[in-house]
T-cell receptor
C-alpha cells in the first residue's frame, strides 16, 4: 500500500459544477496535508494546506479532513476550464533532519465548457 | 528576482555520462529538496537538505549525489547516467517547519 494514494482520473466535470478530489493516507498519525496544482509541463504550485484541527476554505477551494477514514478532500466550487490540471496531494512526514512531503501520484481534472 | 531557479531546463545526454542539475534559491530558505516526476509515480523525493552541509536520503536516492556547500545552492549529480533516470526533475525549497514548499520550473532530462 502506498503511503498516499489518489485516483489517477481523469475526473471530468462540467463548467460551474463542484469537483471533488480525494486522497487517502496510510499513517494515522499524519497531521499536515497539502494540495498542489500542476498544469501540464509546469511545476506544482501550492493551493492549500490544512492541519489535523479542521477544514479550510479559501475562495472556491475547500479542503476537508476525515481522520477516522484517513482521507483528505479538495472541493472546487464553480469549476472553470482553467482549473483543468493535475492535483497532487501531499502529507507531511518527519525526516531525520526535519519534515518532508510524501506525494500521491495525482488526479487529473478536466473541466468541460 | 527572488525565487528558485533550476538549470538547465532541458538536457540530453548519454548513458554513463556524469550530469549535474543546478538549483539556486534567493529566499535564504533552510530546506531544499530534489524530486523526480515520472508518469504514474507522481513526485518522489531523491534527497533533501536541512542546511548547508546537512543532507539526507529520500525515497529514491540510488544513483544520485548531492552537496550543499552554500545555503542558496543544491546541485544534484548523476555520476553515471542510466536510461531509467530519464525524468523531469524538480527542486523545491521552504523555510521552517510549517511553511510550504515552493518549486522550481523543473529540468527535463533525457538519457539516450
Amino acid at each position: 500500500q502506498k503511503e498516499v494514494e489518489q485516483n489517477s482520473g481523469p475526473l471530468s466535470v462540467p463548467e460551474g459544477a463542484i469537483a471533488s478530489l480525494n486522497c487517502t493516507y496510510s499513517d494515522r498519525g499524519s497531521q499536515s496535508f497539502f494540495w498542489y496544482r500542476q498544469y501540464s509541463g509546469k511545476s506544482p504550485e501550492l493551493i492549500m494546506f490544512i492541519y489535523s484541527n479542521g477544514d479550510k476554505e479559501d475562495g472556491r477551494f475547500t479542503a476537508q479532513l476525515n481522520k477516522a477514514s484517513q482521507y483528505v478532500s479538495l472541493l472546487i466550487r464553480d469549476s472553470q476550464p482553467s482549473d483543468s490540471a493535475t492535483y497532487l496531494c501531499a502529507v507531511k512526514r518527519d525526516g531525520e533532519y526535519g519534515n518532508k512531503l510524501v506525494f500521491g501520484a495525482g488526479t487529473i481534472l478536466r473541466v468541460k465548457s | 528576482d527572488a525565487g528558485i531557479t533550476q538549470s538547465p531546463r532541458y538536457k540530453i545526454t548519454e548513458t554513463g555520462r556524469q550530469v549535474t542539475l543546478m538549483c539556486h534559491q534567493t529566499w535564504s530558505h533552510s530546506y531544499m529538496f530534489w524530486y523526480r516526476q515520472d508518469l504514474g509515480h507522481g513526485l518522489r523525493l531523491i534527497y533533501y537538505s536541512a542546511a548547508a552541509d546537512i543532507t539526507d536520503k529520500g525515497e529514491v536516492p540510488d544513483g544520485y549525489v548531492v552537496s550543499r556547500s552554500k545555503t542558496e545552492n543544491f546541485p544534484l549529480t548523476l555520476e553515471s547516467a542510466t536510461r531509467s533516470q530519464t525524468s523531469v526533475y524538480f527542486c523545491a525549497s521552504r523555510g521552517q517547519s510549517n511553511q510550504p514548499q515552493h518549486f522550481g520550473d523543473g529540468t527535463r532530462l533525457s538519457i539516450l
